[in-house]
């Protein structure tokens, strides 16, 4: 895809953002790039604040509410189920938008959609209808997310793509934050409103997004068939250096999330928390601490490999502090050692996310197809969350308690950092 074609016809208005994707913007036409990273950021601290928000707070006392005795299981198949509807959904809706040539009719159809199934998800009374309402919500949220990731290969600068990507990594701790704080809100005699809510923040970043964002539509390609483009999927990790990224993500993302799903349980069950901190209390503090620690190493992180022009060592580092960060509640299983893990957390996966986004741009099998790879390597985000929650729930079932779930999330990220030695297009 050419990254110098002259813009056509007059300049869009200020208020409005309409790089194309072929499109690279010049010196002196900056502010067009900077309005475009703003409204990312914006898209994205919206989609992290719906993921945490019910995946961390809303989702694991509804699962609690139903059934207290068999939390721990319902919730691992709850999550596990509803992940595989992430993974089919985010391939999937990155196809129909390179076939499209559009990237934000799919952004606010997915936006919008999310906001009637997440409500729905909080009027469900059962397991088997919580199962239901998550599953959709997952599908309509990766409708969304498949779409606008593609947007920083399509429409961002190669020399620029560390700053965006911090710029979209911003997304996780600032969401994160934001989303866990707001679903607290409405725990524990008012979760369903608390769906709606971040149903609505959801929709109106979509809405947002597309009205200001605007695009215009991409070059035609040859029609591909969708049965040739779904079997193209397995081709893209034929490719050794994307391979290798998405063994990287895929372990990283499997070692966070064995901890992560959880956490709330292990604060009820397994942390010695002062007597006058609730659990649900301890996540609201713990969340902002791990968020602002993710957001200064996303900056860094993004800033830094950008200027050092390297990304490998940055990815490797923070696989490993992550992994030392899984090591701390073993040899301190109480509230400091919950706030220093939550530190040491926060700065290895967030500079992986912002290092690791740029250098999969740099790595993409094909830059026509750029949605649908980015679907692909968006299943080791997916990928691990439906391993996860069974590995979890495995994990504690089997060993009777949450310090064996914490050596196999350490040794998970520790593994991640060897996957980026052998790629060899990026240094």
Same mark, same amino acid.
């Given at each position: 895809?050419?990254?110098?074609?002259?813009?056509?016809?007059?300049?869009?208005?200020?208020?409005?953002?309409?790089?194309?994707?072929?499109?690279?913007?010049?010196?002196?036409?900056? *502010?067009?790039?900077?309005?475009?990273?703003?409204?990312?950021?914006?898209?994205?601290?919206?989609?992290?604040?719906?993921?945490?928000?019910? *995946?961390?707070?809303?989702?694991?006392?509804?699962?609690?509410?139903?059934?207290?005795?068999?939390?721990?299981?319902?919730?691992?198949?709850?999550?596990?189920i509803?992940?595989?509807?992430?993974?089919l959904?985010?391939?999937?809706?990155?196809?129909?938008?390179?076939?499209?040539? %559009?990237?934000?009719?799919?952004?606010?159809?997915?936006?919008?959609?999310?906001?009637?199934?997440?409500?729905?998800?909080?009027?469900?009374?059962?397991?088997?209808?919580?199962?239901?309402?998550?599953?959709?919500?997952?599908?309509?949220?990766?409708?969304?997310?498949?779409?606008?990731?593609a947007?920083?290969?399509?429409?961002?600068?190669?020399?620029?793509?560390?700053?965006?990507?911090?710029?979209? *990594?911003?997304?996780?701790?600032?969401?994160s934050?934001?989303?866990?704080?707001?679903?607290?809100?409405?725990?524990?005699?008012?979760?369903?409103?608390g769906y709606?809510?971040l149903?609505?923040?959801?929709? *109106?970043?979509a809405?947002?997004?597309?009205?200001?964002?605007?695009?215009?539509?991409?070059?035609?390609?040859?029609? =591909?068939?969708?049965?040739?483009?779904?079997?193209?999927? @397995?081709?893209?990790?034929?490719?050794?250096?994307?391979?290798?990224?998405?063994?990287? %993500?895929?372990?990283?993302?499997?070692?966070?999330?064995?901890?992560?799903?959880?956490?709330?349980?292990?604060?009820?069950?397994?942390?010695?928390l002062?007597?006058?901190?609730?659990?649900?209390?301890?996540?609201?503090?713990? /969340?902002?601490?791990?968020?602002?620690?993710?957001?200064? @190493?996303?900056?860094?992180?993004?800033?830094?490999?950008? %200027?050092?022009?390297?990304?490998?060592?940055?990815?490797?580092?923070?696989?490993?502090?992550?992994?030392?960060?899984?090591?701390?509640?073993?040899?301190?299983?109480?509230? /400091?050692?919950?706030? =220093?893990?939550?530190?040491?957390?926060?700065?290895?996966f967030?500079?992986?996310?912002a290092?690791?986004?740029?250098?999969? /741009?740099?790595?993409?099998?094909?830059?026509?197809?750029?949605?649908?790879?980015m679907g692909?390597?968006?299943?080791?985000n997916?990928?691990?969350?439906?391993?996860?929650?069974?590995v979890?729930?495995?994990?504690?079932?089997?060993?009777?308690?949450?310090?064996?779930?914490?050596?196999? @999330?350490?040794?998970?990220?520790?593994?991640?950092?060897?996957?980026?030695?052998?790629?060899?297009? =990026?240094?």
């Amino acid at each position: 895809m050419s990254t110098s074609e002259t813009r056509h016809a007059s300049d869009p208005p200020r208020n409005v953002v309409t790089d194309t994707a072929q499109d690279t913007p010049p010196a002196g036409r900056r *502010g067009n790039l900077g309005g475009l990273l703003s409204l990312l950021a914006v898209g994205n601290i919206a989609m992290y604040m719906v993921y945490m928000g019910v *995946g961390q707070v809303l989702l694991p006392l509804q699962v609690e509410a139903i059934d207290p005795a068999d939390k721990v299981a319902n919730f691992g198949l709850v999550s596990g189920i509803s992940a595989i509807f992430a993974t089919l959904f985010n391939p999937l809706a990155g196809v129909l938008s390179d076939r499209s040539r %559009r990237r934000n009719p799919w952004i606010l159809g997915g936006g919008i959609a999310a906001l009637g199934a997440l409500a729905l998800l909080g009027a469900m009374k059962s397991i088997l209808l919580v199962t239901i309402g998550w599953c959709l919500v997952q599908a309509t949220m990766n409708v969304y997310q498949a779409a606008i990731t593609a947007v920083v290969p399509d429409r961002v600068p190669i020399e620029r793509r560390g700053l965006a990507s911090a710029t979209v *990594g911003i997304g996780i701790p600032v969401g994160s934050m934001v989303g866990v704080a707001l679903a607290t809100m409405f725990v524990p005699h008012d979760v369903p409103t608390g769906y709606l809510v971040l149903g609505a923040v959801i929709a *109106g970043a979509a809405v947002l997004f597309t009205s200001l964002a605007r695009e215009r539509k991409l070059p035609e390609q040859d029609t =591909v068939p969708l049965g040739k483009q779904l079997a193209a999927f @397995a081709a893209a990790l034929r490719v050794a250096d994307f391979r290798w990224a998405f063994v990287g %993500r895929f372990l990283l993302t499997l070692g966070y999330f064995v901890i992560v799903v959880y956490q709330l349980y292990i604060l009820q069950d397994h942390i010695e928390l002062p007597k006058s901190l609730s659990p649900t209390d301890a996540i609201t503090i713990m /969340t902002p601490v791990n968020s602002i620690a993710m957001l200064l @190493a996303t900056v860094a992180g993004g800033v830094l490999s950008d %200027r050092i022009g390297r990304r490998k060592p940055f990815i490797a580092a923070s696989c490993v502090l992550t992994a030392v960060g899984m090591v701390v509640p073993l040899v301190s299983p109480d509230w /400091t050692g919950m706030l =220093v893990f939550s530190v040491i957390n926060g700065l290895g996966f967030g500079c992986f996310m912002a290092v690791d986004t740029a250098l999969v /741009t740099l790595v993409l099998p094909s830059a026509e197809d750029a949605a649908r790879d980015m679907g692909v390597l968006n299943i080791a985000n997916a990928g691990p969350q439906i391993i996860a929650p069974f590995v979890a729930s495995l994990v504690v079932g089997t060993f009777g308690g949450y310090d064996a779930l914490f050596v196999v @999330a350490a040794v998970v990220t520790a593994l991640g950092a060897l996957s980026v030695v052998p790629i060899r297009s =990026v240094r």
